[in-house]
C-alpha cells in the first residue's frame, strides 16, 4: 500500500475491513477479570488479541492490506521490515492467500523469529544492525523486485485492521467506559481510537508508553512525528523508532491521553497476567496493566476499563528472567548484604533469624576477600523468598535488631 495516497481512515473503512477480513481473523475474546479488577479498583475487560493463531493484533492488519492488493501485487509478492509479530501475521496470511511474502530482518534478530517465520512460509533475508538498515534493505527490494512494501503500523489498510478491534469492544463490553492501548508505532490505538469515537466519543481513549519508549510522546511535543531512540525495554513491541505519520494524524485527534510506565511495572504485570489471568503476555501487552497498577489513573477507579492485551509472544528465556523482575519488583524477592562471623555458629544464626522471620533462604554467597581488613568476618550476600514490601521491612529491621550489619541491594 502507497501511503501517500492515504491520509487518513474512517469508520466505513473499519467496518469494510471487519468484513473483509472476518473469515481470517479470530473474533477474540474480552473477559471482565475479577481478579485483575481486585488489585486495580477499576471493573477490569481484557481483551485478549494474544488469543490470534500467530499470538497478536498484526494478523488483523496484514490480512486486510492483503486482500486489498492488486492482482499485479499479489503475483509479485510483498516485503516488510520487520523482526516481530508483524513478520508472522504476513508471512502467516501471505500463505494462506498465496501471495509471496520477503521478510527483512537485522542480522541479530531472534533465531526463533527467523524459524517461525520460515516456517509459515515466508523469505527471510537477514540485513542490517537494526531496524533502520533492514527497513532501507526492504525498500531496494521494493525498486529491484517490484514488490509492495507492507508498514507494520502506518499503512491505512493496516490501520484500518487494527481498528476492527474497536469495534468488537464496543459489542462485547456495551458499558465501556475507558479503553487502555499500547502505543508503539502507533497503528493499533490511531485504529481503534478512529472506530470507537466515531461509535461513542465518550468512551476514553489512553495511550500507554513505556519510559524507554517515547514515540508519540515525542511527536506530541514536535507536533509531529520525529525519530527517537528507543532504550532496551521489556516492551519490545513498542521500541519503534519514529511514529507513524497516518497514525498521528488519527492519534492526535482520537486519543485523550498518554501515559508512561516504568520497566519493573512492567514486569510486574507480565507476572500478574500470569498468576491471576493464567494468560502469558508480552511486555508491550502488559503495559496496559502496567498503566493500572501505577496509580497514574486514579479517575479509572469503580470505572468499566478494557485493556487491549496485544500479544503473547515473550521468549521463554525473557520470561524467566522478567518473572524473576516482577518478583523483586512485588516485594518477594529480596538480596541483602549481611556482615557475620566467619567463625562456627555464624552462619547458623544468620539463617535462624531468616527464618524466624518467616522468610526462606534460596541462595547465600560468602565473600571473603572484599570484606574488610577484619578477618573474623564475612560478607554473607544472602537471597530471600518473602510475601510482601513490608515483610522485607519486618525482616531487614529484625536482622539489625539481632546485631547484624545489613545493606540490602539496590533491586535496579
Avoid at 534493505?137 to 507492507?150: C, H, K, N, P, W
Avoid at 508508553?209 to 514515540?215: A, L, V, Y
Avoid at 491521553?257 to 501487552?285: N, P, W
Amino acid at each position: 500500500m502507497d501511503a501517500a495516497l492515504f491520509m487518513c481512515i474512517s469508520i466505513r473503512d473499519i467496518r469494510s475491513a471487519r468484513t473483509r477480513i472476518a473469515d481470517g481473523v479470530a473474533l477474540t475474546p474480552c473477559l471482565e477479570s475479577i481478579p485483575l479488577s481486585e488489585i486495580t479498583g477499576s471493573r477490569v475487560y481484557c481483551k485478549l488479541e494474544s488469543h490470534q493463531r500467530t499470538g497478536s493484533f498484526k494478523e488483523r492488519g496484514a490480512r486486510n492490506a492483503l486482500l486489498q492488493l492488486s492482482r499485479e501485487q499479489r503475483t509479485r509478492g510483498v516485503v516488510a521490515a520487520s523482526a516481530g509479530n508483524h513478520a508472522s501475521a504476513l508471512a502467516y496470511h501471505g500463505q494462506l492467500l498465496d501471495i509471496p511474502v520477503t521478510v527483512v530482518m537485522p542480522v541479530t534478530a531472534p533465531l526463533i523469529k527467523i524459524s517461525t517465520c520460515e516456517r509459515l512460509g515466508a523469505r527471510i533475508v537477514l540485513h542490517g544492525a537494526d531496524f533502520a538498515e533492514a527497513r532501507a534493505r526492504a525498500d531496494s527490494l521494493v525498486d529491484e523486485e517490484g514488490l509492495t512494501y507492507v508498514n507494520g503500523y502506518d499503512d491505512p489498510a493496516v490501520i484500518a485492521g487494527q481498528g476492527t478491534i474497536g469495534l468488537e469492544i464496543l459489542e462485547q463490553v456495551p458499558k465501556v467506559e475507558a479503553i487502555v492501548i499500547p502505543v508503539g508505532g502507533g497503528g493499533l490505538i490511531a485504529g481503534i481510537a478512529t472506530a470507537v469515537k466515531a461509535v461513542r466519543p465518550k468512551v476514553e481513549i489512553i495511550g500507554v508508553e513505556s519510559m524507554h519508549t517515547t514515540g508519540f510522546s515525542a511527536a506530541q511535543k514536535a507536533g509531529h512525528p520525529v525519530r527517537t531512540h528507543p532504550k532496551p525495554t521489556l516492551a519490545d513491541g513498542l521500541a519503534v523508532p519514529q511514529f507513524g505519520s497516518n497514525a498521528f494524524g488519527l492519534a492526535t485527534t482520537h486519543v485523550d491521553r498518554l501515559v508512561r510506565v516504568s520497566e519493573d511495572l512492567i514486569a510486574l504485570a507480565i507476572l500478574r497476567m500470569l498468576e491471576l489471568e493464567k494468560d502469558v503476555v508480552e511486555g508491550a501487552a502488559a503495559a496496559t496493566l502496567a498503566a493500572l497498577l501505577s496509580r497514574k489513573l486514579p479517575d479509572l477507579q469503580q470505572r468499566n476499563v478494557v485493556l487491549v492485551i496485544g500479544g503473547g509472544n515473550i521468549d521463554p528465556l525473557v520470561l524467566s528472567r522478567v518473572i524473576e523482575k516482577g518478583l523483586v519488583a512485588d516485594g518477594r524477592r529480596c538480596r541483602f548484604t549481611a556482615m557475620i562471623s566467619d567463625r562456627p555458629g555464624g552462619l547458623a544464626k544468620l539463617t535462624r533469624v531468616i527464618a524466624e522471620a518467616g522468610a526462606n533462604v534460596t541462595d547465600i554467597l560468602h565473600e571473603r576477600a572484599f570484606s574488610g581488613p577484619d578477618v573474623s568476618k564475612v560478607q554473607a550476600i544472602c537471597t530471600v523468598e518473602t510475601r510482601d514490601a513490608g515483610h522485607i521491612r519486618h525482616l531487614l529491621r529484625t536482622l539489625k535488631r539481632e546485631g547484624f550489619a545489613v545493606r540490602r541491594s539496590d533491586p535496579g
